[in-house]
């Protein structure tokens, strides 16, 4: 069974940086690209963006440049984003979502971020 | 980017109705490349319809999509109280991916 088990709820101070894990089990990690999405406001859906994990190749959407870093650890089978000088805006949900059949097919659980001082 | 717009935004519909809800796109999208997803509170997007018209595992033979070009649609041939959720459309055909507004589902 495909799982992608993410990192929990973030409670962080306006300036600061933070890394989001997203454990992959059930599949070949290094077959699939991770993709990564934000939700705002409960609605609002943002592709933030991608990495192979086989190669560590990424491709961001140009609004995230320089707010999120993506990496991957094949030896765990984990991707990792990291969020930096974080402000309100950021306050969000953040998947991680495996990318099959040009979608994507399977999406960890979420983690909350807040902003707050 | 391509801008997905979906209508209506909220609507209701009665147990065993006919339910359909359009994406459109501000450029022309590959239906191979359009997709949707359904999404409940407190739980993280499914892929619902991939590529236009294809159902994901387990989804019900009730949904059916269609379209080509900027206009796509989703049907519900009779409506169930799990099907009560928001829908999003989605098209991963040029960079950025991009995602619609939603079309939240409610029972009457």
């Known amino acids: 069974e495909v799982q992608l088990q993410q990192s929990g709820p973030e409670l962080v101070k306006p300036g600061a940086s933070m890394k989001i894990s997203c454990k992959a089990s059930?599949?070949?990690?290094?077959?699939?690209?991770m993709n990564w999405v934000k939700q705002s406001h409960g609605k609002n859906l943002e592709w933030i963006g991608l990495?192979?994990?086989?190669?560590?190749?990424?491709s961001y959407n140009q609004k995230f440049k320089g707010k999120a870093t993506l990496t991957v650890d094949k030896s765990s089978s984990t991707a990792y984003m990291e969020l930096l000088s974080l402000t309100s805006e950021d306050s969000a949900v953040y998947y991680c979502?495996?990318?099959?059949?040009?979608?994507?097919?399977?999406w960890g659980q979420g983690t909350s971020v807040t902003v707050s001082s | 980017q391509i801008v997905l717009t979906q209508s209506p935004a909220i609507m209701s519909a009665s147990l065993g109705e006919r339910v359909t809800m359009t994406c459109t796109a501000s450029?022309?999208?590959?239906?191979?490349?359009l997709h949707w997803y359904q999404q409940k509170p407190g739980s993280s997007p499914k892929l619902w319809i991939y590529?236009?018209?294809n159902l994901a595992s387990g989804v019900p033979a009730r949904f059916s999509g269609s379209g080509s070009g900027t206009s796509y649609s989703l049907t519900i041939s009779s409506m169930e109280a799990e099907d009560a959720a928001t829908y999003y459309c989605?098209?991963?055909?040029?960079?950025?991916?991009?995602f619609g507004g939603g079309t939240k589902l409610e029972i009457k």
């Open positions: 979502a495996r990318y099959r059949h040009e979608a994507m097919d399977y």
């Open positions: 059930g599949y070949s990690f290094t077959g699939y690209t």
């Open positions: 990495i192979n994990p086989y190669n560590g190749g990424t």
């Open positions: 450029s022309s999208v590959s239906s191979s490349y």
């Open positions: 590529s236009t018209s």
């Open positions: 989605h098209q991963y055909h040029r960079s950025p991916p991009t």
